[in-house]
């Protein structure tokens, strides 16, 4: 194969006294790294950075990659428990401006979300759909608030002036460090009682 082929020959150009051992007795082929294949691994770099951040969160309960409720295989990355409610939480690692852009007209606004120049508002709906699978599966738990959150790692919020949170159709987007801040918001939620719920009626993924 042609990626393994220069693999080996710029090991040996590289390192004239190593190289072409290393080259000879390296039995697997070196192959350029599918789409997919980067696809998952900087969508897991993204999943861990945020669990790195709300594992040092106080008061709260959090779910990993639990299985998405009426789907075949699909996950929901994070789900919190915390005490103003419940937070699906999806993490995005996406490089470029992040920014909320209006396509309607004058008389109707139709505000879409995009990442370094491309339209990534299905990302958003598809959190919505994860909020209403989570909160099918809360019982008797129903009416504890139940929201949406894409966390970016990576993305450009803008070089001048604060950082803000940004909202699209009651979907939260912000970086990781700003989760601790949401999640922890001031409520009556029974934390320990709702995750537990949520453990049972929600399989791992894993």
């Not at 894409?150 to 700003?178: N, S, Y």
């Amino acid at each position: 194969m042609a990626d393994d082929a220069a693999w080996r020959e710029k090991v040996k150009t590289e390192h004239r006294l190593a190289g072409p051992v290393v080259a000879a007795f390296t039995p697997k082929p070196v192959v350029a790294e599918t789409q997919s294949t980067t696809a998952w691994r900087t969508g897991a770099e993204g999943e861990e950075r945020v669990a790195e951040v709300l594992a040092d969160v106080a008061g709260i309960e959090v779910l990993h990659d639990r299985h998405w409720p009426g789907t075949r295989s699909a996950n929901i990355d994070h789900i919190v428990v915390g005490p103003s409610g419940v937070f699906v939480i999806d993490a995005k690692k996406y490089q470029g401006k992040l920014e909320l852009v209006d396509k309607g007209s004058w008389l109707k606004s139709d505000w879409r979300l995009y990442v370094n120049g491309r339209n990534e508002t299905k990302r958003v709906d598809s959190m919505l759909a994860q909020v209403e699978a989570v909160r099918g599966v809360l019982g008797t738990f129903a009416d504890v608030p139940v929201s949406g959150v894409l966390c970016f790692i990576g993305a450009d919020w803008g070089l001048f002036g604060p950082r803000k949170v940004k909202t699209l159709k009651e979907v939260t987007m912000l970086w990781p460090l700003k989760l601790p801040d949401v999640v922890t918001t001031a409520g009556t939620v029974d934390v320990a009682t709702v995750a537990a719920h949520l453990r049972s009626a929600l399989k791992s993924a894993r």
